[in-house]
């Protein structure tokens, strides 16, 4: 079946410093991806929803400007967090569906860990 | 606004017990509906998910979803669960114009052998 993956898995940085996480679909191409935010024993937060070749739409509460989306190409949206603070240390997960946006087939990334010192 | 509840923070059963999760959504529109499985260290997975037709959906590892639209709800539910099935369960929504999927806080389901 289709697969997203993200690097890094897990990623631990100083405050104040910026982290770059990837989300790929590995076999399929895909004009939107989703990104999300888990926090521990919680459920997912989505945070912004990338759209290839235009701009991210944030959800309510969302900084643009803290996290940064690009999807620059079908397989690839990056999130940047930037200036990462402790408070932004979590799980983030990126999604993406297949066929266009059809979302029978929204296929989950394995996560990224970041821990923010 | 699009939300999803789901009202067990924490089930924990017996093998062989009946297993129902409740999940309630509140949306104007057409609905998608989805329920995920989180195992320990896992990706999440779809375990069902339902758009139209016949509103009892059948999914994976023997878990059954039924859509009562006048109750906004779609229960989960397994006739027998078994320790391999303690996992995080999330439910999803989908709707349509706002072209998103929201998930529920999810139900931690522990089974104890």
Same mark, same amino acid.
């Given at each position: ?13 100083k ?60 397989t ?20 993406a ?21 | ?31 998608n509906?989805?329920? &995920? ?12 998910k339902?758009? *139209? /037709?016949?509103? $009892? ?31 995080? &369960? ?14 529920? *806080? /999810?139900?931690? $389901?522990?089974?104890?052998?």
């Amino acid at each position: 079946g289709a697969v997203v993956s993200q690097h890094p898995s897990r990623v631990i940085c100083k405050s104040g410093t910026s982290v770059k996480i990837e989300c790929r679909s590995l076999d399929f191409q895909a004009t939107t991806m989703f990104w999300y935010r888990q926090f521990p024993k919680q459920s997912l937060m989505l945070m912004a929803t990338s759209n290839e070749g235009s701009k991210a739409t944030y959800e309510q509460g969302v900084e643009k400007d803290k996290f940064l989306i690009n999807h620059a190409s079908l397989t690839l949206s990056t999130l940047t967090v930037t200036s990462a603070h402790p408070e932004d240390s979590s799980f983030y997960i990126c999604s993406a569906p297949n066929r266009g946006g059809n979302t029978d087939t929204q296929y989950f990334g394995p996560g990224t860990r970041l821990t923010v010192l | 606004a699009q939300s999803v509840s789901q009202h067990n923070h924490h089930v924990i059963l017996s093998e062989a017990a009946s297993l129902e999760l409740g999940c309630n959504y509140s949306y104007g529109g057409t609905v998608n509906l989805f329920w &995920y499985v989180q195992y320990p260290g896992q990706h999440l997975q779809l375990l069902l998910k339902y758009f *139209s /037709g016949d509103p $009892l959906v059948k999914g994976i590892k023997g878990f059954e979803a039924e859509f009562i639209k006048s109750k906004f709800s779609f229960n989960l539910r397994k006739p027998s669960v078994q320790w391999s099935d303690t996992a995080e &369960y999330f439910c999803a929504v989908y709707g349509s114009s706002a072209s998103k999927i929201i998930f529920g *806080s /999810g139900t931690r $389901l522990s089974i104890r052998p």
